[in-house]
């Protein structure tokens, strides 16, 4: 069983950064691919990030140049840096580990630019 925690959210003025951080247990997270999702109201969740077990990263168009993702396996944590924040960045941020087919979630957090 895996468990997602994530935390960093808040709110921040346009221009602003954050660092968002998504904790997880179990076994399998150092050999997961790791992502990044973000669901605004009344929209669909869609792929911000991603990282894979060896490092390799993968950005939205929307975010390319402002956002970075990174893991840091001994802490079983990754993380997303969020510089040079937009309204239209605002959205509940979930991190997401697909382990073969089964798709573990956080609960989200909650990230508001405000302009």
């Known amino acids: 069983q895996v468990q997602l925690v994530e935390s960093g959210g808040g709110l921040v003025q346009v221009g602003g950064s954050l660092r968002l951080s998504c904790a997880a247990s179990?076994?399998?997270?150092?050999?997961?691919?790791i992502r990044w999702f973000r669901q605004a109201p009344g929209k669909q969740r869609d792929l911000v990030a991603s990282i894979t077990r060896g490092g390799a990263t993968n950005y939205a168009d929307s975010v390319k140049g402002r956002f970075t993702i990174s893991r840091d396996n001994a802490k079983n944590t990754v993380y997303l840096q969020m510089n040079g924040l937009k309204p239209e960045d605002t959205a509940v941020y979930y991190c997401n580990i697909d382990d073969w087919g089964t798709n573990y979630w956080g609960q989200g957090t909650q990230v508001t630019v405000s302009a």
């Open positions: 179990g076994s399998i997270f150092s050999s997961s691919a």
